[in-house]
């Protein structure tokens, strides 16, 4: 079987408010998306990496690549105008029987461990994705009044989030809507059941800037 790793990067980090997009700040003296691309790279599973990037970004990377010396093998893809644009143009560049893992670039501290596990459960249930239960307390705020959710019914999404190739392109072949915020959202709205597997809870979305100081105090040496 062939595997494949999309790593969106496409994103310009409105939250962030960074004048550099959240995805090259550095992390321990490494880009954000170093640390994501290593991850992958250092993971049992070896998926061919194919990297997401805005057009106007990837002379910067190369520029990144050079000065970091950092030399794991990756395809850069353009990048779409929302998340799903950048994944849908990613997924028409897989022409193989595969399994593909779709990850945040700003998700850099997934284990290598949890990759491995997201590949295999695909492999067994055609889809999976990473997701951890919710510690705080929820509620629901709809026509300005807020109810209380059963917590125990709550999952708060990670990625990765892995499927089958053939899923993929069957679900990204509809129109955006959006309220597709993730790829299981994609691939649930054409009638498929989504499976979860335990994520982690340092598996942080850097999001905004207090994400990049846990990521720090979170990263191994
Ligand atoms: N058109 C887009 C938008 C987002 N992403 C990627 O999707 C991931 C999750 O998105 P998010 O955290 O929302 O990143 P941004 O869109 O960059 O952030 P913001 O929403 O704050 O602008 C990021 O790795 C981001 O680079 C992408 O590849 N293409
Ligand atoms: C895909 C995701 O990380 C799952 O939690 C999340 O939906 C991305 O949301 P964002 O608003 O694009 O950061």
Redesign the pocket.
Known sequence: MKYYAIIVAG?SGN?MQTETPKQFLLLKNLPVLMHTIKAFAQSDTQPKILLVLNKDQQAYWARLCEEFNFHVPHQVIDGGTE?FHSVKNAIHAIEEESYVA?H?A??PLVSKSLIDNCFNEAELQGNV?AAVQSSDSVRLLRDDKTTALKRDEIY????P?TFSISILKEAYNQEFDTHF?????VVESIGYEINIIEGERGNI?I?YPIDLELAELLLKN
Do not use: F, M, N, P
Not at 156 to 159: A, H, P, S, W
């Open positions: 994103g939250r998340r779709i945040d700003v998700r994705i708060l999404v990670q990625t989030q915020t993730d790829d299981a959202s979305k999001t």
